[in-house]
């Protein structure tokens, strides 16, 4: 059986020094709290808005004085790209810096 696209949207990802091009994912809460997934938004604007209103936050933690100004994180290594899900957990990214390179993984290997 084929598999076929289950959710599509975009990703925030990050480069990492060791991983290279990575998923930025959020914790379930709840009774699978444990479980790490990939937060999916349905326009590369509303990633954008998620990464700003991180950065906001992140500053305003620096006014108020909760951290200090070289543990505040202005987002500036994150970036948005296309991501599809598959109904056998494949996730395909594509960075659109570099159309033909695409990322393949699945949600297990975001848990491992």
Avoid at 64 to 83: P, R
């Amino acid at each position: 059986m084929k598999a076929t696209v289950n959710k599509s949207g975009y990703v925030v990802m990050v480069d990492t020094f060791c991983g290279g091009p990575t998923i930025l994912h959020k914790q379930s809460s709840g009774e699978n709290a444990n479980i790490m997934h990939p937060e999916f938004y349905a326009s590369e604007t509303d990633a954008w808005k998620d990464i700003a209103e991180d950065i906001i936050e992140n500053l305003q933690q620096f006014i108020n004085g909760e951290k200090e100004l070289e543990d505040t994180d202005f987002g500036t290594e994150l970036y948005t790209a296309f991501c599809e899900l598959f109904n056998d957990d494949t996730i395909v990214i594509t960075i659109r810096e570099d159309p033909s390179f695409l990322i393949e993984t699945s949600v297990q290997d975001l848990n491992s």
